[in-house]
């Protein structure tokens, strides 16, 4: 079993800029899908979804291998997420305003959703001058997503929207050594998929109160579900000898017919089944070229930052432009996709300037490895 999986990490700069192309599009007016294409562009919320499923076959791959004390795992994580999270927090905050101001400014009030996209960052900026203490102690704690509307309404997406999905997997972090420890033995798997089917329906069900988004664990059980049984049956699956594409077309064609959003799945099950069952055929040298070739590899330990930083600098590049360049909906589209090469830029230098020493603190603190290890550059943010 190889310790770290380069394909994985190649994975999240395509998903980080599917989200980022989402952010865009909707920023400069393209709300409703006209074709197939602007129907998967727009779909950035599946991109989140194969996040969580990479979050429980990276955290599970960790558990498994680096048998680390439950404080040192926890202290490598908050290493690992809190740095570049507080800075995007930071700049969330202080661009809200911003936002408000580039959506009132827009000059295509009339496209389809607008009205209703717009109220939706009115009432995000109001909550957040409403309560500015309440929403900036929940987002300290990384606990905004697990938060209830009804006590907090828009805690998951006051200060910055997709930092929902950073509470998300903070919320997993705490909970899956326990979850991964009652998966060793028969009894603890029947107990622990139980409870996590009571959890899941609990908070289906609104018990529990409501969330904005998928931002309380309970929601995501499914997701992290199939990202835990992906890594733990890989050991068992790559002894098959299965072709790839067979089983990504099998597994698709499954998904097809019984899935109601089969999206982040399919997906997924592509992309399993080549990390899985590689051969030397032309495909899976094309599967590799472009999960694994050095390049992708290093815009995907850049991931991270992108996807939480794009949104401000897609705002402030927006507010620069509406005036000029940007008076169309195509013109803005242009500069919300020069934001995105952008942000890019400034998170390759937040990884190498930011993320990468703050891992290599908590690992010199809790006396971990030296040597990079999956967990560490492929952890998942959103």
């Not at 900036?136 to 006051?158: E, K, R, V, W, Y």
């Not at 950073?166 to 009894?187: C, M, N």
């Not at 990390?275 to 599967?287: H, I, M, N, P």
Request: aromatic share 12%.
């Amino acid at each position: 079993m190889k310790s770290r999986f380069d394909e994985i990490v190649g994975l999240r700069i395509y998903l980080a800029a599917w989200v980022a192309i989402d952010h865009g599009l909707e920023t400069a007016g393209f709300l409703n899908p006209t074709n197939a294409l602007l129907r998967v562009l727009l779909d950035g919320g599946s991109s989140v979804a194969v996040f969580i499923i990479i979050s429980g076959f990276v955290i599970t791959h960790l558990i498994e291998t680096a048998h680390e004390p439950y404080g040192k795992y926890l202290v490598r994580r908050a290493f690992r997420l809190y740095p570049v999270y507080i800075i995007a927090c930071i700049c969330g905050f202080f661009t809200a305003d911003s936002w408000v101001r580039l959506a009132a400014m827009s000059p295509w009030s009339h496209a389809l959703g607008w009205s209703e996209y717009t109220q939706n960052i009115l009432a995000r900026a109001q909550q957040l001058h409403t309560n500015p203490l309440g929403h900036i102690a929940a987002h300290l704690f990384m606990m905004h997503g697990a938060i209830p509307d009804q006590i907090l309404a828009f805690s998951a997406s006051t200060i910055l929207p997709a930092a929902w999905s950073i509470s998300l997997e903070w919320q997993f972090y705490l909970v899956a050594p326990l979850v991964l420890f009652g998966l060793r033995t028969r009894t603890g798997v029947i107990w622990t998929t139980i409870a996590s089917l009571m959890l899941f329906i609990i908070t289906k069900n609104g018990y529990l109160g409501e969330h904005e988004f998928r931002s309380f664990i309970g929601s995501a059980v499914p997701y992290f579900a199939v990202g835990i049984a992906s890594r733990l049956a890989i050991g068992w699956a790559s002894g098959l000898k299965l072709n790839p594409l067979a089983v990504s077309a099998v597994g698709c064609a499954a998904l097809l017919m019984i899935g109601k959003d089969p999206t982040p799945l399919l997906v997924w099950t592509i992309f399993y089944s080549f990390l899985v069952w590689q051969d030397d055929g032309l495909l899976s040298r094309l599967f590799r070229f472009l999960t694994a070739a050095r390049p992708i590899v290093l815009f995907g330990e850049a991931s991270y930052s992108l996807y939480l930083i794009h949104r401000p600098i897609q705002i402030l590049l927006g507010i620069a432009a509406i005036t000029t360049i940007g008076r169309t909906q195509h013109g803005m589209l242009m500069v919300q996709m020069a934001a995105i090469a952008i942000a890019l830029l400034i998170s390759l230098g937040l990884y190498f300037g930011v993320e990468k020493p703050f891992i290599r603190m908590g690992k010199q603190i809790t006396g971990g490895r030296s040597r990079a290890c999956m967990a560490d550059v492929a952890s998942p943010g959103p």
